[in-house]
């Protein structure tokens, strides 16, 4: 089994659930040294003074696999392997990046649903979702 930290879309039990059925939740996490930014989807950038809440879930190879090409691996996303800390425990996660050159654009109103349903139901603070959203 793998980490993975989740920040959009895939925040959502019942969605990571449709596309990956074994994928175990394991509950809120925090990127530290990272934003969230919308590019028309979420992303992170790196930011020494901040960090992101989001999802860290248990996953095999097989679901990371599927998970790279829902997210257009490496035409749209990247992934790498960073520390995120849940409950006071640091773990290796992937994590997806997007590359360089995508431009910042506000979500579609289905994909921000999905996210703050996600989000919702894993107790991440919705506000970062805002601060990314009107910055």
């Known amino acids: ?27 809120k996490a925090i990127l530290p040294g990272y934003e969230l930014q919308f590019k028309q989807h ?4 790196k930011n020494p003074d901040s960090y ?8 095999t190879n097989d679901d990371l ?6 997210e257009g691996v490496p ?13 006071g425990k640091a773990y290796y996660a992937e994590v997806y990046v997007m590359v360089a050159d995508k431009k910042m654009a506000p979500p579609m109103d289905y994909y921000l649903d ?9 107790g991440v603070n919705t506000q970062q979702l805002e601060n990314a959203f009107f910055s």
């Open 1 to 27: 089994m793998k980490h993975y930290f989740a920040y959009g879309m895939n925040t959502s039990i019942s969605d990571m659930h449709r596309r990956r059925p074994n994928a175990r939740v394991i509950g």
């Open 65 to 70: 696999k599927t998970l790279d090409i829902v």
């Open 52 to 59: 992101v809440e989001g999802v860290l879930w248990a996953l």
């Open 114 to 122: 999905l996210v703050y349903a996600g989000y919702k139901e894993n």
């Open 75 to 87: 035409y749209y996303y990247q992934r790498v392997n960073e520390t995120v800390s849940h409950n």
């Open 42 to 45: 979420c992303d992170v950038v």
